[in-house]
Each structure stands twice: as C-alpha cells, then as structure tokens.
C-alpha cells in the first residue's frame, strides 16, 4: 500500500509529507521510503498559531479557524506528495495534525487536541484519511505519546545491545528496547522560544547552534531549570508547550539581562543534560536520534559529550532521513489502522490495552477496508531501491 504520512511537531514551522510503500509480509512489515516534501505553514496561519497556543487565551472562533486553515495546509501538502513522491498513485493518506494542546497533570494525561480537520485533506487528494490518533490511547488510559514508540520497537528489535531511538524536536522523546518510553524534557523548544524573545521575533531558531557556539552556560540559571518537578515523574510521562514556553524561561529569570548568547548556550545544554539522563536511566548502550534537533552541531555535540563512552547516531544511517523519520512513522501507524491492527504498546504509553487508532474519514470514492490482517507485525524493515523485495 502507497501511504503518505503528514506530520507536524511542536516547532510548528511546516507539515513534513513523507511517502512509503508499506507490505505485511507475515511478521515482517517492510517499509520502502518514497521520499519527503516539506511545505512550510505560509506566515500569517504560524502567527496565528503562535498566538493561540498556551499559555495564550483563545476562543472557540480562533480554534475553527486554525482547524480550517491547518487543515487545508495539510491538504495542500498531501497533494503535492501525492503528485510529486507517488506518481499520483497514494491510497492513503495519515494525518497527524498539529497539537495544540496536551493536557497532562499529576503525571496523567486526560485529554489531547490536534487540530487540522481530516475532511480538507480527504477532499483535496479523493484518498481516505486517518486522523486524531492520539486521543483513543488516551481513551485507554495512555499518556497517548510518544507514539512513534511502536514503529521504533519494531523497527530497531534484534538490533545487539540496548538502542533507544530519540526524537529531538520541540519536545525530546526516546524509546528504550524493553518499551519504556517517555518525553525527556525540552527539545528546542525552549531555544526556539529564547531567539525569538531575544530578536523581538526576528528570529524563529537558534539556526545551527550559532548564538549558543558563542555564549557560556549560566550555572545558575541551569540549576534553576534543571529543578523542573517533571524531570522527577517515572515513566511514562509527556509534556509539550504547555509547560516549556518563553513565560516559563521569563518566570524562571533568563531574560534578566543576560546575555542572549549565554542563555541560549545553558538551554543547549539544558537539553543535552536531561536527553543524556534519561538514556542512561534506561541503560541505553547506543542513541538513534531522528528531529529537527540533529541539525543542531551544537546540541549534537553536548548530547555526545554527555552521552560519553554511548554513541549517538541519526536515524539516516539505518535508511531512515532523520526531518522524515516521524511522518514515516505515522504513515505506518495508519497503516495499521486500516488493517485493524494495534498501533500502540501499553509499556510505552501507560494504556491498560493496545488501541487500534484514529478516525477514518473516505475518499471521494468511499472507504473500503483491507482484508483483516492475520497478525500483527513482530519487526519492521527499511527496503532501500535497491532491494529486489522492493521491485
């Protein structure tokens, strides 16, 4: 089946459309990657979204019309994967939407919200579309993230020794080989928030680390973050921008004078320190990092020295491009869907059962279901063009 996947993390810049060619081959799901197209979010719908986003009040006219609008950037970029990764031969599309709020507290989640209304994209592409995965392992009693967990227990099983998979993007997650996964913190979330406060909006990022690369960590300011109560909770445990935003950095003094640079140099390693805690905590002997944050040499560079004697490797190495790495996940996570399979491990999620995700919203021409698979899938393998089990 020729899946495209939608994705759009915390950093809200763009929606990644990743295309694969997805088979069940008894055990075995293989993947062969098609390709990614970004599309960035046009200014306007990213200033809106900025400013509706916690701790900001919005009301209920706000919220439809970012349903609308990020719905309809969904679409678009499905169309152009489709077009441009698929030869115009997709059978369907997986949407993840974008989150805008995470409702965690006391160390569960009770409710989670993705915006970006599902019947856009099916009208756009004529495919059927999965949608608003999150909220039935939620239902369940899941922390309903990180959700790429499945896809990298499956994806790294039989790999020697302890891998964990990171993401490292607005919130830094990882998956530990005997299922525990959780978010570790901030990714680049608080950095992102930090260059734009210091620029005046200026800037959206800390682009390659160029501001920290001249600054030095403020000791004390690093203490005071590193007392945040939720690096305490076990596992599972998520957060997101409800919690890590430019007020929580202002409560916590970093932009009382100092330097833009220190600032940005100690939020590096803020989240270097907590990712490299939180593999050692599962006893991780190698780091598989994927995200927007591997761009970073910087934040790379800390986590390895932090990591020490660990090696920490990006997803590209084992056939995966680290920007696509969570679209494609999420296109096997649909996958799944369709053919009545579970897409969550309640040891990573905390729910009291495995959930088949998501809502199904038909295509132009209607929705008929695959043939139910006969079992779930024990491993999952990255086919590259030159696999002849790909032809």
Not at 257 to 263: I, K, Y
């Amino acid at each position: 089946m020729r899946v495209i996947g939608l994705m759009s993390g915390t950093s809200y810049d763009a929606v990644d459309a990743a295309a694969a060619d997805l088979r069940l081959d008894g055990g075995t799901l293989e993947l062969r990657p098609l390709g990614l197209v970004g599309t960035p979010y046009e200014e306007p719908l990213r200033a809106a979204l900025a400013a509706a986003l916690p701790p900001a009040a919005t009301g209920l006219d706000a919220v439809c019309r970012l349903d609308t609008a990020i719905g309809r950037a969904f679409a678009a970029a499905a169309v152009r994967a489709d077009r441009e990764l698929c030869a115009g031969r997709a059978e369907l599309v997986v949407s993840h939407g974008q989150t805008v709020y995470h409702w965690a507290d006391g160390g569960r989640v009770h409710g989670t919200l993705q915006l970006g209304q599902p019947a856009w994209i099916a009208e756009a592409t004529g495919l059927p579309v999965v949608a608003d995965l999150r909220a039935r392992d939620v239902a369940a009693g899941g922390q309903g993230a990180p959700l790429v967990s499945l896809f990298d227990l499956l994806w790294l099983r039989g790999r020697p020794g302890r891998p964990v998979a990171l993401n490292i993007g607005g919130i830094a997650n990882l998956t530990a080989p005997d299922g525990t996964a959780f978010d570790t913190g901030p990714g680049c979330a608080l950095l992102d928030a930090a260059a734009r406060e210091f620029s005046g909006g200026r800037l959206a990022c800390d682009e390659d680390g160029a501001l920290a690369a001249r600054g030095t960590p403020d000791p004390r300011l690093l203490q005071r973050l590193l007392a945040e109560p939720y690096y305490a909770l076990p596992p599972p445990r998520t957060t997101g921008k409800e919690l890590f935003h430019a007020g929580y950095l202002r409560a916590a003094g970093a932009f009382d004078g100092g330097r833009p640079e220190d600032v940005l140099a100690t939020l590096t390693l803020l989240t270097a320190r907590t990712v490299a805690d939180a593999v050692r905590s599962v006893g991780g002997t190698e780091v598989i990092a994927s995200g927007g944050g591997v761009r970073n040499p910087v934040l790379t560079g800390l986590l390895q020295d932090r990591l020490g004697e660990i090696p920490l490797r990006t997803s590209d190495e084992l056939g995966l491009p680290a920007a696509a790495k969570e679209a494609y996940a999420f296109a096997v996570l649909g996958f799944l869907t369709v053919h009545g399979l579970a897409g969550t491990d309640p040891r990573s999620t905390g729910a009291r059962r495995p959930s088949v995700l998501g809502t199904v919203t038909p295509g132009r021409d209607g929705f008929r279901l695959p043939p139910p698979a006969p079992g779930a899938p024990v491993r999952l393998v990255v086919r590259g063009e030159g696999d002849p089990r790909t032809a």
